[in-house]
C-alpha cells in the first residue's frame, strides 16, 4: 500500500469553533421565505412563537459569515468530532481507477448520523433562552433519535411525533428514543386537532412527514415554554452542518489535495449544503476554479432533477411558511423508498438557488442501483452505510469509473452520513431480491 495515511483525525485545537455561513459569499441570495398570511418575506416576530429567538436570528441572516460555536456545544462536539475522513482506497482498487476518493463519515456517534450536529445546537439554544420542551417530527427515525440525544444532554423535555409506518415498521428505533428519555407518539395521533382531524377521516392512515410537522408544531404552539425544531431544510440547519465541511477542509489540505468533485444525498439539503460549505465558498469568490458538486437524490422523490423552482410550503398541512425552492408539490407523497432521509417533497432554499444559478449539478438513482454500491462499499470499507449515504457512494463511484475511461486522476470527496443498522429490513428486501424499483409519472409529480 502507498505510504499516505488512510484516515485523518483533526486534532482537537484545529476543530471548528464557529460555523459559517455559507449564504455570506452568495452574491444573489437565496428567496426569503413568505408569510403565507401576508404575502411578506417572514419576520423574526412571525417565527418566534415557533422557534428560539437565536436560531431565528441565524435563519435571518444573510451577511454575517461566522457564528461563534457556544462552548456547551463544543463539549458536545468533542465527545465524537472531528469525524474521521477516509481514503478509499479499497474502492479504488476494485473500480481500478485512477481517482482518489475520500470520504466523510459521520455515522460513528451513536445516533447513527449528521443530525446530532443540528440536534445539539437546536437544543443548547432552546435550553439557554429557558425553554422546558421540545416538539419534533421523525420519518425513518435519524432525527428523532439525534434530538433525544440532545435534549437529554440539555435536559429538555421532548416529544417525537413519529410517522406511524415506521414507529411499526422499526419498533426499535423508537426504544432508542425512548432510552435518551423522549416520549414518541405515532402519527397521526388523537393527542392534537390535526392529528384527530386526520384519523377521522382515514382511521388506518400510516402517516406522513407532512402530518407528523402539523401535530408537532400544533403542540408545540399549544405548550407553555415549548418550541418546534427541524431537522433539514432550514438555513440554520445547514448552518450547523457546516462544521461537516469545515473539518473536510481542514483535512483535505493536510492530504495536500483539494477536491474536484464534491457529492452528497439530498434530502432537505442539510449534509450537503454543511459539506460544501467552504469549497463553495472559493467557488463563488473566484479563489478556486473548477469544483464540481453533485447532489443525489432517489428516482422515487426527484425534488432537483424533477421538480419545479417555485414558492411552495414545506408540509403538507401548509401551516409552515413558504419557502423559494425546488419542490414536486407539498401534496407529493413519495413511494415507500427504503432512504426515509431523503423523502422530502423539497430542496433546501439555499442549495434550490445555487443548483437554479448552475453552481451545482444533481443525479438521481433507482433505489436498487443504490443498493448494489452499498453491498459493494460494505464489503470493502468495512461499514455498512445508511441508505441515503448509499446515494453519495453510487454516484461518487459512477464518476470514479468515468476517471478511469478518461485516465483522470481526480480528486472526489463524498459524504457518507450515516449507518445502515436500523435499515436490515432494506438490506434484507435487496438481498432477497424483492427490493422494486418506483419512478413517478409527472402528472404525479405536477400534483399539488
Ligand atoms: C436525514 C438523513 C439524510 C438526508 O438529510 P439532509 O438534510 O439532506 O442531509 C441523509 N443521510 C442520513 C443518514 C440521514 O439521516
Not at 499516505?4 to 452574491?27: C, F, G, V
Not at 382531524?197 to 412527514?209: F, R, V
Amino acid at each position: 500500500m502507498k505510504n499516505i495515511p488512510y484516515r485523518y483525525y483533526l486534532p482537537e485545537e484545529k476543530m471548528p469553533k464557529a460555523w459559517y455561513n455559507l449564504r455570506s459569499a452568495m452574491p444573489e441570495k437565496p428567496d426569503p421565505l413568505i408569510n403565507p398570511g401576508t404575502g411578506q418575506p417572514v419576520t423574526a416576530d412571525d417565527l418566534r412563537p415557533v422557534f428560539c429567538d437565536e436560531l431565528i436570528a441565524q435563519e435571518l441572516d444573510n451577511d454575517t459569515p461566522e457564528f461563534e460555536i457556544p462552548k456547551p456545544i463544543l463539549d458536545m462536539y468533542r465527545i465524537y468530532r472531528p469525524s474521521p475522513i477516509v481514503r478509499a482506497y479499497r474502492l479504488e482498487e476494485a473500480l481500478q481507477t485512477p481517482a482518489h476518493i475520500y470520504y466523510k463519515f459521520e455515522g460513528n456517534n451513536t445516533s447513527g448520523s449528521h443530525k446530532l450536529n443540528s440536534a445539539l445546537a437546536q437544543a443548547y439554544y432552546a435550553k439557554a433562552q429557558g425553554m422546558k420542551a421540545l416538539t419534533t417530527e421523525t420519518g425513518a427515525g435519524q432525527w428523532g433519535t439525534a434530538l433525544a440525544e440532545a435534549c437529554a444532554a440539555f435536559g429538555l423535555e421532548l416529544t417525537v411525533y413519529m410517522v406511524k409506518g415506521s414507529y411499526n415498521q422499526k419498533p426499535y428505533r423508537k426504544d432508542v428514543i425512548r432510552t435518551f428519555g423522549a416520549s414518541v407518539i405515532a402519527s397521526p395521533s388523537d393527542t392534537t386537532q390535526a392529528g384527530r382531524a386526520i384519523l377521522e377521516k382515514d382511521p388506518n392512515t400510516t402517516g406522513s412527514l407532512g402530518c407528523a410537522i402539523s401535530e408537532a408544531v400544533e403542540k408545540a404552539v399549544t405548550t407553555p415554554d415549548c418550541r418546534y425544531v427541524l431537522g433539514s431544510v432550514l438555513n440554520q440547519v445547514l448552518l450547523h452542518q457546516s462544521v461537516i465541511g469545515l473539518e473536510s477542509y481542514e483535512a483535505m489540505l493536510a492530504f495536500d489535495e483539494y477536491p474536484d468533485i464534491i457529492v452528497g444525498c439530498a434530502g432537505g439539503g442539510s449534509n450537503l449544503g454543511g459539506l460544501i460549505a467552504p469549497f463553495m465558498r472559493d467557488t463563488l469568490t473566484g479563489r478556486r476554479e473548477g469544483t464540481r458538486y453533485v447532489a443525489v437524490e432517489p428516482a422515487s422523490c426527484p425534488s432537483l432533477t424533477r421538480g419545479q423552482y417555485a414558492y411552495d410550503f414545506c408540509d403538507t398541512g401548509k401551516i409552515t411558511p413558504m419557502a423559494k425552492m425546488y419542490t414536486l408539490g407539498s401534496g407529493f407523497i413519495p413511494s415507500a423508498n427504503h432512504a426515509g432521509g431523503l423523502r422530502y417533497h423539497g430542496m433546501s432554499p439555499l442549495l434550490s438557488k445555487l443548483y437554479h444559478d448552475g453552481r451545482m449539478e444533481a443525479v438521481s438513482y433507482e433505489q436498487t442501483q443504490v443498493f448494489d454500491a452499498a453491498v459493494q462499499f460494505a464489503r470493502l470499507e468495512t461499514i455498512l452505510p445508511a441508505p441515503e449515504s448509499a446515494h453519495a457512494i453510487r454516484a461518487a463511484m459512477d464518476e470514479a469509473v468515468r476517471c478511469r475511461e478518461s485516465g483522470e486522476a481526480k480528486t472526489i470527496l463524498f459524504g457518507l452520513t450515516g449507518t445502515g443498522y436500523f435499515d436490515m429490513a432494506a438490506y434484507a428486501s435487496y438481498l432477497d431480491k424483492t427490493m422494486g424499483d418506483y419512478v413517478p409519472r409527472n402528472d404525479e409529480i405536477l400534483a399539488r
